[in-house]
């Protein structure tokens, strides 16, 4: 190839990149990069970030506000752990059939109500779990209860919520790592007197760890970042970090603050990421 | 060192392993098959009571009271709630939504697909400076949480708006411009994604072959590059399309006041007073995600019998 040549290739390459990129830096990185400022200043009379510069809204973040956000980690590790206790099982599960048509069809089962809105996926789960809602009645019948259970507007329920959103994003790598899994390890275990405990814990879970962490991250960060669950299903015992952040922007807020609350949520999601990056990827 | 012989087990203790071993298989079985029962129920249960009590006669969600049809009529002939003015203000209301978020999907499917296409091949063909970091720079918009895109860019808009107003005295507002500009900035990530994983599969020696044979960089992605493509590009605007359809956050914190999106005006509905269409619509709305992504599907699986 002639210089002239690759020259070319390059600049066309860098013309192809340059509307995403752009698109990119001014409308989602540059906002961040505002976020970023914004947390590191006072509070203006309207609610604005003015000068000067101060660290007391991070200070506020953790006092004031840290019940709430550590509550949202716990709520968050939680619905993660439910998952992995679903998941695992269904994935293996889904792995072990013979035919690729009956994989697919059970995978297209987790995935479908994964592609209903999510409202209206918190709406259905919340017609279930209301005063008079189906839960009830059957718990009711079954003479478990005698009055009707209080499920909804509790940190348990948004759990259930987080899980019942956010399981398929566990289920899915799962199922790549079981799939991908050789069996002649398991068996090896066996023939060498392992029994299926034992093969599971020392081989069939370390060698699908990978999927388990990509499943778990995928579903601990949108778990951490809830707005619409906590907001609906949550009432004020089951608030999260979304819901303070929100709470601090519009009518009454404190755009500081809130940039700060984000900030503080950014540094868990990228955590989590290096987390991925370093453990949940199979290695090559 | 001498090896020592193992001493041959008692025979009574390895029955009992046996057995043991054999019970834990058996609990094993059981777990396994018992899970998919579990985990079915769990996701299917509230989205079928919802699509049945869409057709129950009375308002109630729990309580049978015998099949109608009328909430989907109401829904068809404009009278949400019983005829009255309000509930022909609250139909065309949701036909507004419908509209609009039908109208945001598109404009931020077409602008998303095209820079996320071009994007990926960029990225996977084009060797220059900064490419690593765009790589990781076009990740993040799927891993940062939807509230906090969604504040940054009110923030963002917020000073632009004050910045433009103070300099040329033009007042702008949030509407259906920032919608757009917002999901595309989500979007396109998603897009370039899905194409790179296409372009991956893809072999190259079929654009050298084109080359080759004397076809300028045009025709070659035109005739040889693109329709290699197509499957991706579209699997990825159906993503695109769908997410942009479902949005809620981003587009609560951008939208301004006129302009109500389907997911926002559902979420009204949750907020405010629970109008008993609310299962017709939801089923609706079902309805039309599975069609939608029961199509992308079938385009996906007949892109890859194409490859082979």
Do not use: C
């Not at chain 1, 009830?136 to 987080?162: C, D, E, H, W, Y």
């Not at chain 1, 949550?234 to 404190?254: A, P, S, V, Y």
């Amino acid at each position: 190839m002639t210089r002239g040549k690759v020259r070319g290739d390059r600049a066309r390459a860098v013309g192809m990149a340059l509307p995403a990129t752009f698109w990119l830096v001014v409308f989602f990185l540059l906002p961040l990069v505002f976020v970023a400022f914004s947390s590191f200043m006072s509070r203006g009379p309207g609610g604005q970030p003015v000068s000067p510069a101060t660290l007391a809204q991070y200070e506020r973040t953790f006092t004031v506000f840290g019940p709430v956000l550590w509550r949202s980690v716990g709520v968050a590790l939680f619905a993660t752990f439910i998952s992995l206790v679903l998941g695992y099982p269904l994935a293996f599960f889904i792995s072990r059939r013979r035919s690729p048509a009956t994989r697919m069809f059970l995978l297209f089962l987790v995935m479908l109500p994964f592609w209903t809105n999510f409202l209206v996926r918190t709406y259905a789960l919340i017609t279930i779990m209301q005063r008079d809602g189906l839960l009830n009645g059957l718990f009711k019948s079954l003479g478990v209860i005698s009055a009707p259970l209080q499920m909804l507007f509790t940190p348990a329920a948004v759990m259930v919520g987080l899980v019942y959103g956010y399981l398929p994003f566990m289920i899915l790598p799962i199922y790549a790592s079981v799939e991908a899994l050789d069996r002649r390890y398991v068996e090896a275990a066996n023939d060498l007197g392992a029994n299926d405990w034992t093969a599971f814990w020392r081989i069939i879970f370390p060698l699908t760890l990978p999927g388990v962490i990509a499943g778990s991250i995928l579903v601990f960060i949108p778990a951490i970042g809830a707005y619409v669950t906590p907001d609906l299903m949550g009432g004020t015992r089951g608030l999260m970090i979304g819901n303070l952040i929100q709470g601090q922007f519009g009518g009454r807020g404190n755009v500081p603050l809130g940039s700060a609350i984000s900030m503080v949520l950014l540094a868990m999601v990228f955590i989590s990421v290096l987390v991925y990056t370093r453990w949940g990827q199979r290695e090559e | 060192m001498t090896i020592q012989p193992r001493p041959s087990p008692d025979p009574k203790t390895v029955a009992r392993k046996v057995r043991r071993d054999l019970a834990v298989r058996r609990t094993g079985r059981f777990g396994m098959w018992l899970s998919p029962f579990v985990v079915y129920l769990f996701l299917w249960v509230p989205i079928i009571v919802l699509v049945v009590f869409s057709f129950n006669d009375g308002n109630s969600v729990s309580v049978w009271r015998g099949f109608t049809t009328r909430w989907y009529e109401n829904i068809f002939h404009g009278t949400i709630s019983a005829g009255t003015e309000a509930a022909r203000f609250q139909t065309e209301l949701l036909l507004k939504a419908l509209r609009n978020s039908l109208l945001v999907a598109t404009v931020a499917t077409l602008i998303s697909s095209a820079l996320g296409t071009m994007l990926s091949l960029a990225l996977a063909r084009g060797r220059f400076w900064g490419r690593k970091t765009l790589d990781t720079l076009f990740y993040l918009p799927v891993v940062i949480p939807d509230i906090t895109q969604g504040i940054a860019l009110a923030v963002f808009f917020n000073i632009v708006f004050e910045t433009v107003q103070r300099l040329f005295g033009v007042r702008l507002v949030s509407g259906f411009g920032t919608i757009v500009i917002a999901h595309v900035a989500f979007n396109v990530s998603y897009v370039a994604i899905v194409v790179r994983a296409r372009l991956a599969g893809m072999d190259p020696r079929l654009e050298e072959a084109g080359r080759d044979l004397g076809a300028n960089h045009w025709q070659t992605f035109w005739r040889i590059t693109f329709p290699n493509l197509l499957p991706g590009v579209m699997a990825g605007a159906l993503l695109a399309f769908t997410l942009s359809l479902d949005d809620f956050v981003i587009t609560f914190f951008n939208s301004g006041v006129g302009t109500t999106t389907l997911p926002l005006f559902v979420y009204g509905m949750l907020k405010q007073r629970v109008p008993p269409e609310i299962n017709a619509i939801s089923t609706l709305m079902i309805l039309a995600s599975i069609i939608l992504v029961g199509g992308s599907l079938l385009l996906q699986q007949r892109g890859n019998r194409d490859k082979g």
